[in-house]
């Protein structure tokens, strides 16, 4: 058997910190590499004729405020506008 000295505190911090660096240059490169694009099911919120998320809101609201009459909410949209409407529940 061979008697083999312990590493020296100084060679223990000099191969931390060489480990340190190798990490550090390794997220370095992940990190900078290029973004990978997933391709995914589309989504109905994405699609181009989806609303937008203000409309959702107006809609939601005139809703409510129809509700509140006991009426419900009818929508036209004119000249890329969306106007709210109450009216009667049949």
Request: proline fraction near 4%; glycine fraction near 8%.
């Amino acid at each position: 058997m061979r008697w083999e000295p312990r590493m020296s505190h100084a060679d223990r911090e000099a191969k931390l910190k060489c480990m340190l660096w190798v990490c550090v240059v390794v997220l370095t490169g992940c990190a900078g590499g290029p973004q990978i694009a997933y391709e995914s099911a589309s989504d109905p919120m994405q699609v181009g004729d989806a609303p937008d998320q203000g409309e959702a809101q107006a809609l939601e609201q005139a809703e409510s405020d129809c509700a509140r009459q006991g009426k419900h909410a009818e929508s036209q949209r004119i000249e890329g506008q969306t106007f709210y409407t109450c009216a009667d529940n049949d």
